[in-house]
């Protein structure tokens, strides 16, 4: 029987964490981070009203973001534009010695509404992405055996490590015929337009190739085995097909 094996990984040098995108593995310490702007105004960068407007005002290699407060807070009126590299390696404004600079949301906000009906990934929301579709951060199909980037070898030091954030699930890899406890998932069933907002290193896994995101391992194991995720020439991902008789 043909098995596929389906993985997204982040082309470039392999990084234990790279939160900001520069294909290096993040340095700066929780909290601290470079910043070129941090709580800018978002209408300031040529009128913007939308993060996708703003990417010409943060440079290449740098992470531009909604603004993140010291409270954990995001507020979309204002943007960031930081990096995580070392202190010793920042060509602008330092971070750090007690100014407060979140990675990411620490934790999810409550539910605007109350009782929810559908909240698989657990981030106080009503589910939104259709299915067969999510938010990824680059983490689908990665490899316990391989450690890659460094995550760890189980769900909970994948957690602890910061490789899927706050508001995204972490679980065994949902593969064509059902859960693979080998590899591991980090996704969000938010829709498409909050995917989208959160920038690089996030990904909407059916703009990837047609990739699939089954929501639960009964729709894994209706794909059935023979079935692939997706195929396809990738931009920014790799997908890895392997075989076993």
Same mark, same amino acid.
């Given at each position: 029987?043909?098995?596929?094996?389906?993985?997204?990984?982040?082309?470039?040098?392999?990084?234990? #964490? !790279?939160?900001?995108?520069? &294909?290096? %593995? $993040? =340095? @700066?310490?929780? /909290?601290? +981070? *470079?910043?070129?702007?941090?709580?800018?105004?978002?209408?300031?960068?040529?009128?913007?009203?939308?993060?996708?407007?703003?990417?010409?005002?943060?440079?290449?290699?740098?992470?531009?973001?909604?603004?993140?407060?010291?409270?954990?807070?995001?507020?979309?009126?204002?943007?960031?534009?930081?990096?995580?590299?070392?202190?010793?390696?920042?060509?602008?404004?330092?971070?750090?010695?007690?100014?407060?600079?979140?990675?990411?949301?620490?934790?999810?906000?409550?539910?605007?509404?109350?009782?929810?009906? #559908? !909240?698989l990934d657990g981030d &106080?929301? %009503? $589910? =939104? @992405?259709?299915? /067969?579709? +999510? *938010?990824?951060?680059?983490?689908?199909?990665?490899?316990?055996?391989?450690?890659?980037?460094?995550?760890?070898?189980?769900?909970?030091?994948?957690?602890?490590?910061?490789?899927?954030?706050?508001?995204?699930?972490?679980?065994?890899?949902?593969?064509?015929?059902?859960?693979?406890q080998t590899r591991w998932?980090?996704?969000?069933?938010?829709?498409?337009?909050?995917?989208?907002?959160?920038?690089?290193?996030?990904?909407?896994?059916?703009?990837?190739?047609?990739?699939?995101?089954?929501?639960?391992?009964?729709?894994?194991?209706?794909?059935?085995?023979?079935?692939?995720?997706?195929?396809?020439?990738?931009?920014?991902?790799?997908?890895?097909?392997?075989?076993?008789?």
């Amino acid at each position: 029987m043909k098995t596929a094996i389906i993985a997204i990984l982040c082309l470039g040098a392999t990084a234990a #964490r !790279d939160l900001d995108g520069d &294909g290096v %593995e $993040d =340095a @700066a310490a929780d /909290g601290d +981070c *470079c910043a070129a702007f941090y709580g800018a105004n978002l209408a300031d960068c040529n009128g913007a009203t939308t993060l996708a407007d703003a990417q010409g005002c943060c440079a290449s290699g740098w992470l531009l973001r909604y603004n993140i407060g010291s409270d954990g807070v995001e507020d979309q009126t204002q943007i960031d534009c930081i990096s995580f590299v070392a202190e010793a390696d920042c060509t602008d404004n330092w971070f750090g010695a007690g100014i407060n600079c979140p990675h990411f949301i620490p934790t999810a906000p409550p539910s605007p509404t109350g009782g929810l009906t #559908r !909240d698989l990934d657990g981030d &106080g929301y %009503e $589910d =939104a @992405a259709p299915a /067969g579709e +999510c *938010c990824t951060n680059g983490g689908y199909g990665n490899s316990f055996a391989d450690n890659e980037y460094g995550c760890g070898t189980t769900l909970a030091e994948v957690q602890a490590g910061g490789c899927c954030p706050a508001g995204f699930l972490v679980r065994y890899s949902l593969q064509p015929g059902g859960e693979d406890q080998t590899r591991w998932d980090c996704v969000s069933f938010v829709d498409k337009a909050g995917c989208t907002a959160m920038g690089p290193p996030y990904q909407w896994t059916a703009d990837v190739a047609g990739l699939g995101c089954p929501h639960t391992a009964a729709a894994a194991e209706a794909l059935g085995s023979d079935s692939a995720l997706g195929s396809g020439p990738l931009l920014a991902t790799a997908i890895l097909a392997a075989a076993a008789l």
